[in-house]
């Protein structure tokens, strides 16, 4: 866990309405750091003189890159170009204002989804650019690949301790439970809470159900981002991850008993399962002193129960 001793003095956190970046502002509170956070009412990160004005003014010593167009494969296979250019824009206006503005530290936020399609499990960080990447999310895998390399080079050109770290999937409270564009875990739980409410039988689950995928909590997540503030410095890339993995099935199963819906669990092959598995090789930032504290049944209740306090049933769970 991260102490808050020795860390950076001003922390400006790109992105901070949304799920990774409300838990690092909250875990930047509790260790009473200095920090503001950046959103869209802040400023537009698709416009340059927007994102350089408000990083101009606010003059950090660290920008936590949080900002990004992001969502499940349906999204992502409806709207690629949104992905491909919205994304390359927002971190390409935050890292040349900050380059600009002289911030010392610049965090870099991927996604296991840079990695290869059929990856050699559990997925090493030297595993970058060695083959296809998954149809279903590639123009996002792209953008952020050219995260990574851009912040390669402003090390290489500018001397710059800027750094790139690659989470697993992320959940937790505070996540979109937008059908169209959410993530499977928020996607389960809204669809697992409207069953139940309605009394249905069934629920139905996209994909064949046996895509394997590791999860990771958003407040691990958070601590992991400050963690490497203050204990990475490398022009490489580093995966953060929980450790272990389930099937999609596994993961239904457990939302339903969580929820309490008695009903059936159908799946529908129609629907890509994307990527067959995505389990990362975490061992680089665990050798560093760094580990998940969260066990995946405690993350899923606790955002279980968020759903439920912050929306009222069957009325927003359609």
Request: aromatic residues 10%; hydrophobic residues 40%; charged residues 20%.
């Amino acid at each position: 866990m991260a102490s808050g001793e020795n860390m950076t003095s001003k922390i400006a956190v790109a992105g901070s309405s949304g799920l990774v970046g409300k838990a690092v502002m909250k875990k930047l509170s509790y260790l009473s750091l200095e920090h503001v956070g950046m959103s869209r009412v802040d400023a537009d990160f698709l416009n340059y003189e927007s994102t350089r004005n408000l990083i101009h003014a606010l003059k950090p010593t660290c920008v936590i890159d949080a900002a990004a167009v992001v969502g499940g494969i349906k999204y992502n296979s409806k709207s690629p170009v949104k992905f491909l250019v919205e994304n390359l824009e927002i971190q390409n206006n935050l890292m040349r204002a900050s380059y600009e503005a002289n911030v010392e530290k610049f965090i870099f936020l991927g996604s296991s989804c840079v990695y290869p399609r059929n990856c050699s499990q559990p997925i090493k960080e030297e595993y970058l650019l060695t083959g296809e990447l998954e149809s279903s999310n590639s123009a996002y895998a792209v953008a952020k690949i050219a995260g990574i390399e851009l912040i390669k080079s402003y090390r290489k050109q500018y001397a710059k301790k800027w750094i790139s770290l690659m989470p697993s999937n992320i959940y937790g409270p505070n996540d979109s439970f937008d059908l169209e564009n959410s993530h499977v875990i928020p996607a389960l739980i809204k669809k697992f809470i409207a069953a139940k409410n309605a009394n249905a039988p069934t629920v139905e689950v996209w994909g064949t159900g046996k895509a394997r995928r590791e999860f990771l909590f958003v407040d691990d997540l958070a601590d992991a981002i400050l963690f490497c503030m203050e204990n990475y410095d490398s022009a490489e890339l580093i995966n953060i991850g929980f450790g272990s993995d389930i099937t999609i099935q596994e993961l239904a199963n457990i939302i339903s008993e969580i929820v309490g819906f008695c009903g059936k669990i159908t799946f529908n092959p129609d629907v890509s399962d994307g990527t067959p598995r995505k389990l990362l090789d975490s061992s680089k930032i665990l050798s560093l002193g760094w580990k998940p504290s969260t066990p995946l049944y405690d993350g899923l209740k606790s955002t279980v129960d968020w759903y439920l306090k912050n929306f009222s049933g069957p009325k927003n769970a359609n």
